[in-house]
T-cell receptor, first 112, second 114 residues
Framework: DTGVSQNPRHKITKRGQNVTFRCDPI?????LYWYRQTLGQGPEFLTY????????KSRLLSDRFSAERPKGSFSTLEIQRTEQGDSAMYLC??????????FGPGTRLTVL | DQQVKQNSPSLSVQEGRISILNCDYT??????FLWYKKYPAEGPTFLIS?????DKNEDGRFTVFLNKSAKHLSLHIVPSQPGDSAVYFC?????????????FGKGTHLIIQP
């Protein structure tokens, strides 16, 4: 399968814990995006990498959220000190042209 | 404030008929528009896109129409099939989808009835 993959698919954590999600983009894609989707809403853009450079991070929801893309391959999204309001689907997408983005299946986070 | 609006949360269409999904936007800087389809427990799947310099783009059963003066676009599916039942998201991009990412609407749940 050469699509975008995300791990884990589901994560249940207790409030205050840190969580990290991984995204592996389509191999030839140099752009990688993170989105969050809550119930009844469309995906909400969080941050964007071109190769290893994080070109946009002002949309990250708070300073508890951070993302990395070492070596321009896979990416990780970390949420520190999770809150119940962080419960959502976290989606990763990758692109070569930057216009048509291809999404992974998402990681569903539940914060108890 | 929602820059991309899909005002119909759901739409029911009989199999074989035309499905028309609508989308309105407020940001005149958007220069590219996309439609995505989403099944439960899966990520959105890209369907079709249109540049702001065009007014129509067609791909098989899917056609997207753009009316820039009205800031309105629509997705036509002809003929509708049971597998088309899903949530459809309209999305828009500035600057070719660069640093701003995509701005999505809330989605329309399309139900194809046999």
């Amino acid at each position: 399968d050469t699509g975008v993959s995300q791990n884990p698919r589901h994560k249940i954590t207790k409030r205050g814990q840190n969580v990290t999600f991984r995204c592996d983009p389509i191999s030839e894609h140099n752009r990688l995006y993170w989105y969050r989707q809550t119930l009844g809403q469309g995906p909400e853009f969080l941050t964007y990498f071109q190769n290893e450079a994080q070109l946009e991070k002002s949309r990250l929801l708070s300073d508890r959220f951070s993302a990395e893309r070492p070596k321009g391959s896979f990416s990780t999204l970390e949420i520190q000190r999770t809150e119940q309001g962080d419960s959502a689907m976290y989606l990763c997408a990758s692109s070569f042209s930057g216009i048509e983005q291809f999404f992974g299946p998402g990681t569903r986070l539940t914060v108890l | 404030d929602q820059q991309v609006k899909q005002n119909s949360p759901s739409l029911s269409v009989q199999e074989g008929r035309i499905s028309i999904l609508n989308c309105d936007y407020t940001n005149s800087m958007f220069d590219y528009f996309l439609w995505y389809k989403k099944y439960p427990a899966e990520g959105p799947t890209f369907l079709i896109s249109i540049s702001s310099i065009k007014d129509k783009n067609e791909d098989g059963r899917f056609t997207v129409f753009l009316n820039k003066s009205a800031k309105h676009l629509s997705l036509h599916i002809v003929p509708s099939q049971p597998g088309d039942s899903a949530v459809y998201f309209c999305a828009a991009s500035e600057s070719g989808g660069g640093a701003d990412g995509l701005t999505f609407g809330k989605g329309t749940h399309l139900i194809i009835q046999p």
